[in-house]
């Protein structure tokens, strides 16, 4: 049964040394504040999940959280690398890191078959591609109806999943709407979800029915973190604070500056300072 919990207890009780675990966001309703509670608890030996690593990923690589991460893009959005997980990957610092590296298609087509609790996903796709020769986990298999020869991964099936998103009402019902990646499929085929929300509210009879709704017994807890996926943004919430992304960039070049951010941006402060840091950001929501 869904929980409502403050963040520090859903983060706690839900991810574990050694897990495999995804926070998941496109762009859009990235789970900020979930990441930076996992990084004050100083998980270890994670293996991290996501089609598109950003600034958190950076982050937890940075603090020597990860053992491995699986994804489909590594980078700063519109602004270049992640410095971070590039001297992770480089020069093994704070740690050697394993790479699990595949297309966008890729990880969709393996989260969609681990929501659906199959052990593979087989699409078209590598294609002319030089992936194939550094995955071994990017098999082929032939269709027994066409002999067409098709790609095979492994199906994506995190220990948890820990997604943002905009309301929750009040039997654990969590709404998501804008741009919704491939958070509703990485809840799905997950072992549990974690949710932060803008809010609770009585329920969401007064919304529009093409939305996307994850009933309650798909997740674990739900914490309520007005502000929660900042420096990305909430559609109806926020703006996507684009100033940050840029800042990154010099932030994470340096060991030492990264250290110095990390301790008085995330270590030093709690999900309640979400609120305040997207306040300026509202009126361009």
């Not at 897990?19 to 509670?37: M, N, S, Y």
């Not at 609770?200 to 996307?212: A, C, I, Q, S, Y």
């Not at 010099?250 to 030492?256: C, G, N, S």
């Amino acid at each position: 049964m869904v929980k409502f919990l403050p963040l520090s207890e859903a983060v706690a009780e839900n991810l574990h040394d050694g897990d495999a675990v995804a926070f998941e966001g496109f762009t859009h309703l990235i789970p900020t504040a979930a990441a930076h509670e996992a990084i004050r608890q100083g998980f270890r030996d994670l293996t991290l999940i996501r089609m598109t690593p950003d600034l958190i990923y950076d982050q937890m690589i940075g603090m020597g959280m990860a053992k491995k991460i699986i994804f489909s893009y590594v980078g700063n959005p519109g602004v270049g690398l992640l410095r971070r997980a590039r001297d992770a990957i480089e020069n093994s610092f704070p740690r050697a890191i394993e790479i699990e590296e595949h297309s966008h298609a890729g990880m969709a087509n393996a989260y969609e078959a681990g929501a659906a609790g199959l052990p593979c996903a087989v699409f078209r796709g590598y294609r002319g591609a030089g992936l194939v020769a550094v995955n071994p986990n990017i098999k082929s298999v032939t269709c027994p109806f066409t002999g067409e020869v098709l790609a095979a991964v492994p199906s994506i099936r995190p220990d948890v999943t820990f997604i943002h998103a905009q309301k929750a009402d009040k039997k654990g019902n969590v709404l998501v709407e804008g741009i919704v990646g491939i958070q509703k499929e990485a809840v799905l085929a997950a072992s549990r979800a974690v949710v932060t929300v803008e809010e609770v509210v009585d329920n969401f009879d007064d919304l529009h029915p093409n939305l996307t709704v994850l009933p309650r017994w798909t997740i674990a807890a739900i914490s309520v973190v007005p502000g929660g996926s900042h420096p990305s943004y909430t559609h109806g919430y926020y703006a996507r604070d684009n100033a940050a992304y840029l800042e990154w960039d010099e932030i994470a070049a340096d060991r030492e500056k990264f250290q110095a951010w990390m301790q008085a941006n995330v270590i030093e402060r709690t999900a309640d300072d979400f609120a305040a840091r997207v306040e300026h950001l509202r009126s361009a929501a």
